[in-house]
């Protein structure tokens, strides 16, 4: 297994503070329930192309970092990013033999269990009502998925990043 160099830890590092501060971005209310979830779909994407570099470590580490910055509780987005780090580590495999359509599927699923855990540890915190737009953010993902794994595939083979 060869070791990854600087560029691309430097390569890996900033695409995920990339999506962190999409993830952060400031919109206004009624556009919140459409941002997809930037940082979850990065995640996925390098935990299934790297697996042994990039894990729930990783999750956990941008998880806190998304907690202290959006004021939620401690550990809510850690957990959260984690278990979609772990989950993506069970499905790796089987995941880079499907084709685009069919991981932006399986998408759509990882993020919506996630998105399920995040909406009922909430309502564990606090008054907070589920309804179903929670789902919209993993939608959109999906639907995202294909031109973000080909934009990052390009970045990858630029960098010559493996």
């Known amino acids: 297994m060869a070791v990854m160099g600087l560029r691309g830890y430097l390569l890996v590092w900033s695409t995920l503070l990339l999506a962190l501060c999409l993830q952060v971005m400031p919109l206004a209310d009624k556009w919140l329930m459409w941002r997809p979830d930037w940082l979850g779909l990065m995640l996925v994407y390098w935990c299934m ?72 540890l909430m309502t564990l915190f606090g008054p907070f009502s589920i309804h179903l737009a929670f789902l919209l953010p993993s939608l959109i993902g999906a639907v995202l998925w294909p031109w973000l794994f080909t934009m990052l595939q390009a970045l990858r083979r630029r960098f010559a990043v493996s």
């Open 49 to 120: 192309v790297m697996p042994q570099r990039v894990g729930v470590f990783h999750g956990f580490l941008l998880g806190i970092l998304l907690d202290l910055i959006e004021g939620s509780p401690l550990g809510l987005n850690a957990l959260t990013l984690s278990l979609l780090a772990f989950l993506v580590a069970l499905v790796y495999q089987r995941m880079r033999a499907y084709s685009l359509v069919q991981q932006a599927v399986l998408i759509f699923v990882l993020l919506g269990i996630v998105q399920l855990v995040d909406q009922w």
